[in-house]
């Protein structure tokens, strides 16, 4: 393994544990609580494509392969309690 210096370990680490945008928090907050795509699209103000986008985001920032593991890996990181950060 190659030596790398450790800022970029550190810009890296905080990446992954950056909470997401306060729309992608509220989003997470509708998928929890069982609302549609369609009906958190209303809800938001967006279009459903771009809750869509957001969820893709969400799940490519956690690793997450669904919706289901995107709710465990938001749940784990506290992203879903209404407590404001």
Known sequence: ????PERYLLDMSSEEAKEPP????????LLAAGFTISTISK????????VHEHISALKNQ????????????AAKR???????R
Not at 22 to 28: E, G
Not at 62 to 73: H, R, V, Y
């Open 22 to 29: 306060v729309i992608q928090r509220r989003i997470l907050l």
């Open 62 to 73: 956690t690793g997450a392969k669904n919706q289901f593991s995107l709710g465990a890996e």
């Open 1 to 4: 393994m190659a030596w790398v």
């Open 43 to 50: 809800l938001v103000f967006l279009s459903e494509r771009a």
């Open 78 to 84: 506290g992203w879903l309690s209404d407590e404001k």
